[in-house]
């Protein structure tokens, strides 16, 4: 099985809409999926509707957390998206997503780059907008040669020239929403230090005793600029008692990562369903039963 536990649509930041996304994990040769939008499961029908014989989806999300002032983020799977508390403070980062990027934006526009609101809004269209699409924005003025270079202390990292905060959980009480509403936590790209300052192996120990089921090890990005995490994060892992994940990060045309660059052994996924309680994986038509 070819396991894929990290995406994302244009119900966030990702170019293929849900229905491409499904489509293109099939052709990719892909067994099962996570859709993981950024604080948001408005994609999750729209990918059902469309999945293909063959491909299993595990509906999820990417929640936006920030411990001691450095940004996180935590994949949260089949919780129930109906669960009031959850659901709420997914709301809350959502709402605070556009007047950040406005912010983000006229930072830009002090720094001397002529960048507008418009060209940001057209770009995120139906999308929940974030530093992606300000990101994208920069490309298309040549300021700056891909997305992924856009997230440094000179643009767009945590604590960069044109970063501005925006509301975001802490990470404790999103494994605490999280497992109420039935769902598995995983911390997305521990490692990723080209993002911005990264949470110290510490937290993550604290994290662990504190319900959470396992950490990214295996992610494009983290693996491309800091190559010695692998071994060191599957030695915490092992120590900490955490699953082991691996995936793409796919966002479409927006990066260069493939769907299934990076997998997740079926073991692992075969342990996050069996936690799960608040929703299950869900087979296309044809497609074999979900483990």
Known sequence: MRIDLHTHSTASDGTDTPA????????????????TDHDTTRGHAQAIA??????????????????????????????????????????????????????????LQELGVPVTWEQVA????????????????????GVVGSVSDAFTPQWLADGGRAYAEKHELDPFDAIRLVKAAGGVTVFAHPAAAQRGRIVPE?????????????????????LAYAPESGPRLRALAADL??????SSDYHGT????????????????????????GAFPVPGAGGAPAA
């Not at 491409?20 to 859709?35: F, K």
């Not at 299934?260 to 309680?277: L, S, W």
Request: proline fraction near 6%; include cysteine; hydrophobic fraction near 40%.
């Open 122 to 141: 057209r770009i995120a269209g139906d999308g929940s907008v974030g530093r992606p699409h300000v990101a994208e924005a920069l490309v298309e003025l």
């Open 50 to 107: 469309a999945l293909p014989p063959g491909l299993t989806l595990v509906t999820g999300a990417e929640l936006s957390c920030r411990l001691d002032g450095v940004g996180m983020h935590m994949l949260a799977y089949l919780f129930d998206p109906d669960e009031p508390e959850l659901a709420r403070e997914r709301e809350l980062v959502r709402d605070d997503r556009v007047p950040r990027a406005q912010t983000m934006v006229r930072k």
């Open 20 to 35: 491409e996304l499904v489509r293109n994990a099939a052709t990719a040769g892909l067994d099962v999926i996570a859709l």
């Open 241 to 246: 008692g955490l699953l082991v994940t691996g």
């Open 254 to 277: 927006r990066k260069t990562v493939s769907l299934g660059e990076f997998t997740t052994d079926p073991e692992i996924y075969g342990e996050i369903t069996r936690r799960a309680t």
């Open 202 to 222: 510490s937290a993550i120990a604290e994290l662990a005793a504190a319900g959470l089921d396992g950490i990214e090890v295996d992610h494009p990005e983290q």
